[in-house]
């Protein structure tokens, strides 16, 4: 009750703080939707692995466009600076699921993949956090 | 000194979104997106589809197809388990006011997850299509057609042959008209979904 705003976020436990910072310090959420519209894409055929594969082409697209965009998400957490171009694969990668993949895991992964895109293109990073250690 | 000029001092300052440039952004890929779902309904797009893990349902007033194969296999869906099947090749087919449906469940209770095409005389075309089919009803018609056929021996575009001395059919063309079918997955290499309706609706509303 007796503190004031200054202590907001140093009270809190030390292994907190440093996942705070180390969340601030990059485009968290944007990320976070992307692998999860990836993984929502890669998921949603279920299809039995050699039954994919005999699909040829069409049948793989599915699960590699799942996968990339959730290694489009993971790169943009890395590689803060490269946010504009991961955000725009992003946005790319989950329009073409929509005819590659159940039309992009059901709507879902591709809506999911979009809005983190968006976010990734749109974050901007704090003062004197553009070269992170 | 103001103490709002410099949050946490020292530490490098939170970094935040653009709120212009995300609206900015996510307004083409929207513009981009819907787009691509009115191309998909229009027939411009094929879309590959590709649905397993339990028992969906499939509802097409015709089918008609050639290159059509048939012969007894084992699908496992994902809960580990092994389920006789008739695997099922056509090789490119028309379908005609296709209907399938999937019952899934969500963290907020029961799904149905539909998708319709095919209405108003412009038929689903499919190529390479292989369903792993668990049951079937309708009235069908073949073009010569060898029942009994050793099932190693099919010929068709998907590739899909069984074991040695197992039983098969395998015919030229195939029609089926009223078709119901229980499927624990469909794969096409291609789907051109013409008028192409989804729906995600709540509860059960399956095609039949």
Redesign the interface.
């Given at each position: 009750m007796t503190t004031g705003a200054d202590t907001r976020g140093r009270t809190e436990r030390p292994g907190r703080g440093r996942f705070r910072r180390w969340r601030r310090s990059r485009p968290f959420w944007g990320g976070l939707l992307v692998m999860a519209g990836g993984t929502v894409v890669a998921l949603a055929p279920l299809a039995p692995l050699p039954l994919i594969f005999q699909q040829g082409v069409a049948g793989v697209s599915g699960y590699t466009v799942g996968l990339l965009m959730a290694a489009v998400g993971v790169l943009s957490w890395a590689q803060p600076t490269q946010r504009v171009f991961f955000g725009l694969t992003a946005v790319l990668l989950s329009l073409f699921s929509f005819p590659a993949s159940n039309f992009g895991g059901f709507g879902v992964g591709m809506l999911l993949g979009l809005t983190g895109g968006a976010l990734l293109a749109a974050w901007i990073p704090g003062r004197g956090a553009d070269h992170p250690d | 000194m103001p103490?709002s000029a410099s949050p946490?001092g020292g530490?490098?300052?939170?970094?935040?979104?653009?709120?212009?440039?995300?609206a900015v952004?996510?307004l083409a890929?929207?513009t981009?997106?819907a787009a691509?779902?009115f191309w998909?309904a229009r027939g411009g797009?094929?879309?590959?589809?590709?649905?397993?893990?339990h028992v969906f349902k499939v509802r097409a007033d015709r089918l008609e197809g050639t290159g059509f194969a048939q012969y007894p296999d084992t699908?496992?869906t994902?809960d580990g388990e092994v389920h006789p099947v008739a695997l099922t090749v056509i090789d490119s087919a028309e379908l005609e006011d296709l209907c399938q449906s999937a019952l899934v469940d969500t963290p907020v209770g029961q799904a149905t997850?539909l998708v319709r095409a095919g209405g108003d005389g412009r038929p689903v075309e499919a190529e390479?299509m292989?369903v792993?089919m668990h049951q079937l009803t309708g009235d069908a018609e073949f073009g010569d057609i060898e029942i009994g056929r050793d099932a190693s021996t099919l010929v068709n575009d998907?590739?899909?042959t069984g074991d040695p001395g197992g039983f098969a059919l395998q015919g030229r063309t195939v029609k089926i008209t009223g078709l119901r079918q229980r499927a624990y997955?469909v794969?096409?290499?291609?789907f051109t979904l013409t008028g192409l309706e989804?729906d995600?609706k709540r509860g059960d509303h399956e095609c039949f």
């Open positions: - | 103490a946490a530490a490098p300052s939170a970094g935040r979104t653009g709120w212009g440039r995300f952004v996510l890929a929207l981009a997106a691509m779902a998909t797009v094929a879309a590959s589809l590709a649905v397993s893990g699908a496992a994902a997850f390479h292989v792993d998907s590739g899909r997955s794969n096409a290499g291609t989804l995600l």
